[in-house]
């Protein structure tokens, strides 16, 4: 499979650890991503706030530059990227005379043609490969798929979900796409109430209490639902959740996992080609207590295998010594 | 953010209706909304809040009634700047930027080692080829946006003129 790669602009800085895991993934799962060439930024959350026709151009150049380049389809891995890029498509479709302004204020061609695809959509279609991996993977360790002992909260924030009309992918209020991901990983997804709140998004720099506010409310409902990790798709939730979590003082830390983190994790790529270091709350204890907990659980059922034997054993000497 | 907000969405719309730009303008609720699309997903009526409380922002702007808080004004202003110049956002840019305009200068100053450290600050921001391409898309929106603005103003003084323009409709090009 070859995709077109819009990688947005916080992909090249403060969140290189989904590009480098994103592209791992991809490599393992043979899927070739082609990046934009000579891209430029969607406008994020900037371009909305001060000008609608410059909130549509500054993602449409991008579309229209896949288009040249021969795409029909783009990965938009940042939630904010897709939104905008996503968002952009559909007022070009649906507002009136957008579909001959956009044009001309680009100063190129563009027929609206290329369909933009979020991550979690991506690896969702990816759960059969994924799984199968793992089965190949199951049959080489002695001790199980130690994601089964990973319980994450799916945090989709705002921008993979809304507004409907132009994600739409799944439902806006209770989506599950990204379960689905978890548990192709072999990881259960915890129930929790916070899946689609907003983390503050923007405010981070301009209006940091805010961000630690509505952040620290995500994250204590995550703890309380028993999960011991979140799991994002957006550079800039992660940001508030991980970056900004030293100033909660919480303790212990709640990990932050990218979703393509968590799927390289499954494929069973090393963390470092994955960007763990690159994090603000150590991911390392996670990693050791899903390891200790994987071999305990191994460990019991070689014990119980080994006692079902063991009767068995007696049950056939037993009627050995009768007959 | 609605619990931040003095007016918080419904209020908004109301004072929309109503066409009190004096209540709207001179107030940050407008500038504390995150166009997290909460209030546009759940309204039983399908009005939109997230996309008028954009167009009012737009409005506010064009009729000189500022740009929000001074904060969350220098940050947008910052990271519309960086595209102009490069076509892309720096972070490390527009943090600089930003400092100079809100005057914080030494917010967040501790965790920029850690910030390198981590290799999530490159310090050298890539310009595109295409830069003068954005320059341009930028000044063309900006030239739709004041023929936008002198249509309102002519609509505003116009006596069949009502007391309560609908925002969404006269701004959205």
């Given at each position: ?211 630690l506010r509505l952040s620290r409310a995500i994250i204590d ?27 909660m003082?919480l ?73 | ?173």
């Amino acid at each position: 499979m070859t995709l077109a790669y819009y990688p947005g602009c916080s992909m090249h800085g403060t969140s290189r650890e989904y590009d480098e895991s994103l592209r791992a993934v991809a490599a393992t799962l043979e899927i070739e991503l082609r990046e934009i060439d000579d891209w430029s930024c969607c406008g994020a959350s900037s371009a909305h706030i001060a000008d609608h026709l410059l909130a549509v151009a500054l993602p449409a150049r991008n579309l229209a530059l896949a288009e040249a380049q021969g795409a029909s389809e783009v990965l938009a891995p940042c939630a904010a990227c897709y939104n905008r890029l996503s968002g952009a498509a559909h007022a070009v479709a649906d507002e009136p005379g957008l579909a001959t302004k956009v044009p001309e204020v680009l100063g190129r061609p563009f027929t609206n043609s290329v369909q933009v695809t979020s991550i979690v959509e991506l690896l969702q279609g990816l759960a059969p490969a994924i799984e199968e991996r793992i089965g190949r993977l199951d049959r080489r360790r002695w001790r199980g798929n130690p994601l089964e002992q990973l319980n994450i909260a799916a945090y989709w924030g705002c921008l993979l979900v809304r507004p409907a009309a132009t994600t739409g992918f799944d439902d806006a209020e209770q989506p599950t796409g990204m379960d689905d991901v978890i548990r192709a990983c072999g990881a259960n997804p915890v129930k929790w109430n916070m899946a689609v709140e907003c983390c503050g998004g923007a405010f981070s720099v301009s209006r940091t209490s805010s961000v630690l506010r509505l952040s620290r409310a995500i994250i204590d409902d995550a703890r309380a639902s028993g999960a011991d990790a979140i799991l994002a798709a957006c550079p800039m939730c992660h940001g508030n959740l991980d970056f900004r979590q030293s100033a909660m003082n919480l303790d212990p830390p709640m990990p932050v996992l990218y979703i393509t983190q968590l799927v390289g994790l499954a494929l069973g790529l090393p963390p470092e080609r994955l960007g763990f270091a690159r994090h603000f709350v150590d991911t390392q204890p996670l990693f050791t207590q899903l390891a200790q907990k994987a071999d305990t659980a191994a460990a019991e059922a070689a014990e119980a295998a080994a006692a079902k034997a063991a009767k068995a054993a007696a049950k056939t000497a037993a009627k050995a010594g009768v007959s | 953010m609605g619990g931040e907000m003095t007016l918080p969405p419904h209020d908004l719309m109301r004072y929309a209706i109503a066409g009190d730009r004096e209540r709207l303008f001179n107030d940050d609720s407008l500038w504390l909304c995150l166009t997290c699309e909460t209030c546009s997903a759940r309204c039983p009526n399908d009005v939109d809040p997230a996309r008028v409380i954009d167009a009012l922002r737009e409005l506010a702007a064009l009729e000189g009634a500022g740009h929000g808080p001074r904060n969350v004004a220098a940050f947008h202003k910052s990271f519309l700047e960086q595209i102009r110049m490069t076509g892309r956002l720096s972070e490390v840019g527009l943090i600089m930027q930003y400092k100079m305009r809100s005057g914080a200068l030494f917010q967040d100053v501790a965790v920029v080692p850690a910030m390198l450290e981590r290799g999530k600050l490159p310090l050298v921001p890539s310009r595109i080829r295409g830069h003068a391409e954005i320059k341009s898309i930028m000044a063309a929106c900006a030239r739709e946006q004041a023929l936008a603005a002198e249509a309102l103003a002519a609509t505003a003084d116009a006596p069949t003129a009502g007391p309560a323009p609908d925002a969404d409709s006269e701004v959205a090009p």
